[in-house]
């Protein structure tokens, strides 16, 4: 029987299941639901089956009949123990990023195909922990902004993506376009991130002109899909028309490059430069909210400020007990989130992470959101998170 009810979320493929060299038993899609591998196909090697297992998902069907097999553990502990701490994952798909440009124009086959294994990883990322997945769009500095400003867009779009409702197809697509946006200008966004000189003419001409070298790049590495080329395209355009490369206006931006849009210009806002600190997230969403229907599409920064809340995971917060701390999960509407405190009341830093989650009565409340204080930086990201570092 053909069972369509739909669980809350799909199976986790099962080790057992997959052999190389024999046909797999089931379509495997992956977190957005696009097919990997089509049921009967041959199984071609170890590496195929590793990446299948670490971001393979059984179809609706098939998982409604598998609620009861407890496969998902084992499959945990032989192919997935890195995910017990999404943040070592974030640091090898930024690794993974890093290397995949380098493909661009050389083997363009493989960039294409490893873009597509590495933005699955993000919906499995984001599908498994967001609170972690924003927390580290938020926090985390290993690598150069040229790597880690495209991976907090794509984290960032899936997430808020979701909230809206966008299909996951499209969800998808869009963060294959943040992952690539800005791929008509690596050579210099890492010196432009460093320059503390204002850009002269040439350098101003140069960013205008990249969404369209992005495109062209895109297009000749073989990109066919036309909401990830229109997302690229468009994710400088402003509804004002203020924006470039054509001064496009209101609905003729597309859904997606709106999105990105305001992922972008939130992430670098927050983000610290050499020639200024980083915008503290409660003034930079008032900031985006000042120019909310003008500049910005007013639904989608709605669904930002939904998502990743009041308090948003990777923030640091003071509480009215006069503790300080990281906030670890948004909670309930992000109103009440739950804060690793690494600072005591009285301004002592704690010898680990004090857990405070603000929903429970006899807990302090958050009292003011303020600027990342430099000691998280003594702490691991994903001890604080609670996972193994």
């Known amino acids: ?18 052999v190389v060299g024999k046909p797999v038993p089931y379509d495997i899609e992956d977190a957005y639901g696009h097919l990997l591998l089509r049921r009967g196909s041959i199984l071609r090697s170890r ?51 890093q290397e995949t440009f380098k493909w661009v124009g050389e083997d363009n086959e493989r960039f294409l195909r490893r873009l597509d294994h590495l933005a699955s990883r993000i919906g499995d990322l984001v599908e498994r922990d967001a609170d972690a997945a924003i927390g580290a769009a938020h926090l985390d500095e290993a690598f150069a902004y040229s790597i880690r400003h495209p991976i907090r ?34 050579e210099t966004q890492d010196r432009l991130a460093q320059q503390t000189t204002p850009l002269d003419a040439n350098q101003r001409r140069d960013l205008e002109e990249h969404p369209i070298r992005s495109v062209e790049r895109l297009s000749a590495a073989g990109v066919e899909d036309t ?43 927050i983000s610290n430069r050499v020639y200024r600190p980083a915008t503290a997230v409660r003034e930079a969403l008032l900031e ?7 500049i910005y599409d007013r639904d ?33 509407r992000g109103a009440n989130p739950v804060v690793a405190v690494l600072i005591k009341a009285n301004g002592q830093p704690t010898a680990r992470p004090l857990y405070r989650d603000t929903s429970q009565t006899d807990m302090p409340s958050v009292a003011s959101l303020e600027p990342t204080h430099q000691l998280t930086q003594r702490f691991q990201l994903a001890s604080l998170w609670g996972y193994d570092s």
């Open 227 to 269: 909401t990830w080329i229109q997302v690229v395209a468009q994710h400088h355009e402003r509804l004002d028309g203020s924006g470039y490369p054509n001064g496009l206006r209101k609905d003729q931006i597309c859904r997606g490059a709106r999105l990105l849009s305001l992922a972008d210009t939130y992430l670098a806002m």
């Open 47 to 97: 590496e195929q089956l590793e990446r299948l297992l670490q971001i393979g998902r059984t179809p609706y069907h098939v998982a409604a009949g598998r609620e009861d097999t407890g496969g998902i553990s084992r499959r945990r502990e032989l192919a997935l123990a890195a995910f017990r701490n999404p943040f070592d994952l974030i640091y090898q798909i930024s690794r993974a990023l």
């Open 300 to 332: 989608i920064l709605s669904g930002l400020i939904q998502t990743i809340g009041i308090y948003p995971a990777g923030s640091f917060v003071a509480l009215d007990s006069g503790e300080r701390g990281v906030v670890i999960h948004r909670g309930h």
């Open 153 to 186: 867009q794509a984290v960032l779009c899936d997430v808020v993506g979701s909230q809206l409702g966008i299909p996951d197809s499209e969800r998808r697509s869009i963060v294959l376009a943040a992952l690539s946006a800005n791929i008509g200008m690596l």
């Open 1 to 18: 029987m053909n069972q369509r009810a739909i669980p809350t979320k799909r199976a986790t493929v099962q080790p057992n299941d997959l």
């Open 288 to 294: 985006l909210m000042d120019q909310s229907g003008e």
